[in-house]
């Protein structure tokens, strides 16, 4: 039996990678320096396997940005508008990968990124390989042979992991209409085999394919590419032993696809499917050469592993195949989780008795191996590692601090008109047109100003005590002033108070939460560079006191415009935080939800009269099979309504969500019933909006009409061009003027600049459909 990881975080235990990829774009350091850093987080990371023992240790888990776009960088998937870039800019390759990745506005060029998407169901987001019907492929790049050399060198021979080719495929868009992205399949197999065979002769024994694709609703004409591929790999590079990776939910009707396959070991996410194991070893027809590797450790939470659990589940396992064809492994790449629990020493933020009840992807690795040796053993009960485990596990369940008896009580008293406005969103428009009085095509932002790096080091000043709490709040008072002025120079309609105050839009309400911790340095890579410390939910869930109701007040003191206050939702909230997993999430969520509806309730007696409530990873939540869907849409659905619902009908709800696609789920946002959805559209070109126009979506709509994941700066006529797009699919009484999203990541000259032209854009439409009328 051996130990096995499938992918382990690269950013660095205090994002040393994040730091020195920042400054490498600035230009403060060189692309020497830059790799000489990556370099060295990889060889810290694979000594941490090699000393927890890990038989099969991943490389190419690494990246400097993401790894689908190292993927389509090794196989030559380079857009033609960069690989033009290239030759005019005379871009190295570095520049060309991060071009790739966030666009480039230099040397008077502009050239539009390629798209990022949520990677499943999780928090972080992929570049999305582009692909021409002409489409070409070649090995453009060496790096996975490089990371393999460089393992090696360090006397450690990896499983290298690359991402199957028909993932890469499916999550690939065609950039021309009328054709399927698979049907590149037979172009680009021969580029791995090239890969393949070079790896096997530098001694590679293993090689990992990630294929989640597999965990996805499937088709005859996927499950054929399935089989083609991985026969094709077998004849082509037959000695080598390749490891196929599905995660993140069971193989479902790909099961008996898969186990035909000329592999040698294939994984399993029991964490996310335990009743795999059984239909596997039920099923007549498995190949008895096949090897398993347990995915038991799970990589999305940060919970201890249950030995006593997993032990029963692999001496099942065992008694079916024998000990010789197991693996034991974590379910999906660590990732998802943060590196290592020991940072948070005693002067950490994190609730010292929940400490004893988390494993990060470091302590996942000795979980790893003190599993195999407890399996191993002949009397596991006894030994020190199981006994520890038990006790960890037998605190955290009798824990004093986990059930608040109150919460339960309000959560079973919900009734059905907890989670619905008074009367129909029609009655609603007619009132709130009445109390606010907005113009036409009202703009608006969707609640976040740059954060600048004065501010976090405010908040950083403020947090190790060298700046006081008076000093800060007054700091921040400052500048949400200036960002109000501002507002109002440019002559938005609905104005915000910027979330100056927010380290981040989930962790700023966790930590004000109870049942809520957070660490001090659990951070987790989201897209790039950029990095999210997800909170800690390990106890029911309330609010003991107002969370944003003083900042939203001193905003509104501020101007005689209306101020919208700013909150994240409920199913936004639990997405992106470490979910406890001792009762349902959707029990979590209502949980949530009464405290948000709480802090609702509180902005509107504080005389708020717009209150938006974020969204953004209800889309993202939705479970990966379409079975699933409708008992998550009940229960998201629910909650957000139980968060929005106890407002008077003159109070104006907003939600926003971007990253989102809607065709799926649309008749559920409409459920939502706010009275204002804005979302991320301006990349997209409006399409989007079939999705509410075809429903005849009700309510009133924002559509983003300027992309701020980039520092360009639209024109005017640009927006009203979209603003006209819009309004083909929606009336124009239904329709908000709005940025995609917040602009938090954005710099001061080009947010001003960009709101300018919008505002323009504004009017402009407005003449436009008065001439018109
Ligand atoms: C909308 N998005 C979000 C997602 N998930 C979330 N949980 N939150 C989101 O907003 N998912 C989907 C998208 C993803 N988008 C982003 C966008 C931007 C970031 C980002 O900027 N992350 C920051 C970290 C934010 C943060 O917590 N900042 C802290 C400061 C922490 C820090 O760096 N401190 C420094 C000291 C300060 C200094 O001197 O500068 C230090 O510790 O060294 C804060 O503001 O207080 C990032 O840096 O990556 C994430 C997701
Ligand atoms: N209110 C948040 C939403 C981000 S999705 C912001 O503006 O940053
Ligand atoms: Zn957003």
New binding site residues.
Partial sequence: MKTTNLGFPRIGN??EL?KAVEGYWKGSISEEQLKSTAQEIRKINWSLQDDNQIDLIPSNDFSLYDQVLDLAFTVGAIPERFKTLQQQGNLSDIDLYFAMARGYQQKGLDIKAMSMKKWFDT?Y?YIVPEFTKNQDFSLFSSKVIDEFKEALSLGIKTKPVLIGPVTFLLLGKAKEDNFDCLELLDKLLPIYAKLLKELKKLGAENVQFDEPCLALDSTPSIRNKITAAYNYFANEVPSLKIFLANYFDCYGDNLATVLQLPIHTLHLDITRCGEQINDIFTADNFLSTLHFSIGIIDGRNIWKNDYQKSLTTLSKVIEKVGKERILIAPSCSLLHVPCDLNLETETSKINQKILPWLSFAKQKLGELSALKQLVLSDNFEKEEDYIINQKALQTRNQSTVVHQPKVKERVQKLTAKDAQRSHLFKTRKILQKEALNLPLYPTTTIGSFP?T?E???W??AF?NGRLSAEEYQSKLEEETKRTISLQEEIGLDVLVHGEFE??????YFGEQLEGFTFSSFGWVQ??G??????PIIFGDVSRSNPMTVAWTKYAQSCTDKYIKGMLTGPVTILQ?SFVRDDQPRSETCTQIALAIRDEVQDLESAGIKIIQIDE??IREGLPLRAVDWATYLQWAVNAFKVSSSGVKDETQIHTHM??SEFNDIIKSIADLDADVITIECSRSQMDLLNAFASFNYPNDIGPGIYDIHSPRVPSKYEMVDLIDKAKRHIPAEQLWVNPD??L??RDWPETKKALEKMVEAAVTARKLFTVLA
């Fill in positions: 205090k994002r994040k928090n987001h954060q790096k501010v976090r080091q908040r950083a947090k927010r380290n981040d839009m989930v962790e989201s897209y560079s950029r990095c999210v410390k997800p992106w953004p990873a971007c990253y999203c917040g938090k990541t």
